[in-house]
């Protein structure tokens, strides 16, 4: 410990000597038991000068009835695409709370910038969007804390738990990115970051330990039953746990499986009907639907015929008892390949190839080698004789669920679920390959089959009341959730006016829900419509175009109140459409650059501009 200053009135110099004196040679607790002790000696000092009461005699080494440590303040941000962050958010406040601290879980989306240089203790939990971007509902945050703004934060302590997809060349680069700027903005590690894959159960729970062993004590004893205080989430005890979920999800059956594209489609989209009867699950427009998908069964039996494996072998997963042939099937992801089962390979096989693309400096090679390279075709190009199955599935991550936005409302098809899904189908290495979701959606999933499915909540896409008016922009699969809207509205009665801008490849074979469109225009729940087929004229036109066309009328939208959707491809729509509308907003509102972003940024804080991307 280094000596302090002299604080200048108040001791004498000989005061001040005896105790830095004493406090350089402290050790961990005994400045808190002194702070007590002082504090006591203080209070009968000044009812002694008071009058009210007589000095009492101090032994020094008698116990105290100590003053309660400082409680620090605690915040639990998240930012999540998927529910994951604000799953382990809950987790993490519970834990506290059973400690005795009592703290605020606050999505980002929903949290105060200015409250950021009052924070004592934040712990951050954040998932990864794409290439190392934060996720969209910490989009706000992320741009405030990297900005020229962002306030100096000596006082605070934080930790971040980091989620992400390892197949992603800038794995975890959301959370990366909030280490490194809150270290430069003079802040302390409670902890250090956590990076967790897609399979990140124990990895977040040793985080959530560890960081909560280092919280400080609560004022107060006997406080062990307070709950997390939430905002923009529930209490631990407001929700019921749903009786499905991912862990536990609920065998829909199959209503309806119809490809709604045209004869001379470039590509297959299809509609699917699910009965959620007797489930109990109830979702909003505007939520997605968790689909756990199985691989398909020829690929399974490639690679047992490669590996030389026996379908029936025993094995354990996690403590659970399975075959290798039903772990291939159901549990684990034997398509796409991560790092990690390059590096497992190369330790198996010895493939000096393997071995050079481990590292950070390869990364770029790396990720280049996985675009190209399945399992499967690892497996085939490194082969290995004799693996242990054990060793083999050690290398390769559960298999995760797929998300789709739900294209139906509840209130027009009571127990139901509908999905738009777009068929993934593409040669690699002169094979045929498939999507897993998709492609078991195209292939096996015939009416009165089961499909697993669990509803994800997602309260950054909701609609308004009903009287405001909504603008809803989206390309293929992307105008699922505006079905459900509408169906909404139009189920509600609502009067507030709508405008759907759709775009697609081709008029006469893409044009998905066309006939539902035209009747809801003809009906007036749909007010107004617009779309643009890319590939139907001598130049492209997507939906963006359709915006700047109808400027002045999208300008006049959003002055008048209304809502702002945007759903499809985060890689070219999402940037696309947001360039589009600053550029609107710059040349009919008068604007620059910079006040028009300050213009859909406010849009964005305000809930009025909401994206859903994939």
């Not at 019921?240 to 829909?252: L, S, Y």
Request: negative net charge; contains cysteine.
């Amino acid at each position: 410990m280094t000596a302090f200053e002299f604080p200048g009135p108040g001791f004498t110099a000989e005061q001040w000597n005896q105790i830095n004196a004493l406090a350089t040679s402290l050790r961990p607790g005994q400045g808190l038991w002194l702070s007590g002790y002082f504090a006591g000696l203080d209070h009968n000092a000044r009812t002694l000068h008071t009058g009210a009461l007589p000095l009492a005699t101090l032994d020094p080494l008698a116990p105290l009835p100590a003053a309660a440590p400082p409680t620090r303040s605690l915040t639990i941000l998240f930012g999540s695409e998927t529910g994951n962050g604000a799953g382990l958010a809950k987790a993490l406040g519970e834990a506290a709370a059973r400690l005795g601290v009592e703290p605020t879980a606050v999505d980002m989306a929903d949290y105060k910038l200015r409250r950021l240089k009052d924070e004592q203790d934040l712990l951050i939990v954040t998932s990864t969007h794409g290439e190392g971007d934060p996720p969209l509902s910490g989009k706000g945050f992320f741009e405030f804390v990297e900005g020229r703004k962002a306030p100096r934060l000596p006082d605070l302590r934080y930790a971040i738990l980091a989620l992400g997809d390892s197949t992603y060349e800038h794995y975890c680069g959301a959370g990366k990115r909030l280490d490194r700027r809150l270290e430069e903005l003079g802040a302390a590690r409670l902890a250090a970051r956590v990076d967790c894959d897609v399979d990140y159960d124990e990895d977040a729970a040793g985080w959530i330990k560890a960081v909560v062993a280092k919280l400080t004590p609560p004022a107060q004893a006997g406080n062990g039953g307070a709950t997390a205080r939430a905002v923009g989430m529930g209490s631990a005890s407001a929700t019921p746990t749903p009786a499905f979920d991912k862990r536990i999800p609920f065998p829909a059956t199959v209503i309806e499986n119809l490809v709604l594209t045209g004869r001379g489609s470039s590509k297959e989209t299809r509609h699917i009907e699910l009965s959620l009867a007797g489930s109990g699950l109830a979702f909003e427009p505007g939520d997605a639907l968790g689909v756990l998908p199985r691989n398909d069964p020829r690929l399974v039996e490639s690679l047992l015929d490669m590996l030389r494996l026996s379908a029936d072998t025993p094995l354990s997963l996690k403590e659970r008892k399975t075959t290798l042939a039903d772990a291939l099937g159901e549990a684990l992801e034997i398509t796409a390949a991560t790092p990690r089962f390059v590096e497992h390979w190369a330790e198996a096989s010895g493939a000096r190839e393997l071995y050079g693309l481990r590292g950070e400096e390869q990364a770029e090679a790396r990720a280049a080698f996985l675009r190209s390279h399945h399992v499967i075709d690892i497996v085939r190009r490194f082969p290995v004789q004799g693996i242990d199955p054990q060793t083999f599935v050690a290398g390769l991550r559960p298999l995760q669920p797929r998300l789709y936005s739900i294209a139906s409302s509840l209130a027009a098809a009571p127990d139901e679920a509908h999905l738009t899904v777009s068929t993934v189908r593409y040669e690699l290495h002169g094979e045929p390959r498939s999507g897993v979701a998709s492609g078991h959606f195209a292939g096996r999933a015939e009416p009165d089959t089961a499909v697993s499915v669990y509803v994800q909540e997602n309260r950054h896409f909701r609609l308004p009341g009903d009287d405001a008016p909504i603008l809803m922009i989206g390309a293929g699969t992307g105008v699922a959730p505006y079905r459900a809207f509408l169906q909404e509205r139009e189920a509600r009665g609502a009067t507030g006016r709508s405008w759907l801008v759709f775009g697609e490849r081709n008029f006469h074979s893409d044009f998905l829900y066309q006939i539902e469109w035209q009747d809801l225009l003809k009906d007036g729940v749909l007010s107004r419509m617009n779309v643009a087929f890319s590939r139907d004229g001598a130049a492209k036109t997507y939906v963006q175009h359709r915006l700047i066309e109808h400027a002045r009328d999208v300008f006049a939208w959003l002055e008048e109140g209304a809502h702002v959707y945007v759903c499809g491809d985060g890689a070219k729509l999402a940037p696309d459409v947001h360039a589009a509308l600053r550029t609107i907003v710059q040349q009919q509102g008068g604007r620059g650059k910079a006040a028009a972003d300050d213009y859909l940024g406010a849009l964005q804080r305000d809930h009025r501009y909401q994206i859903d991307v994939y």
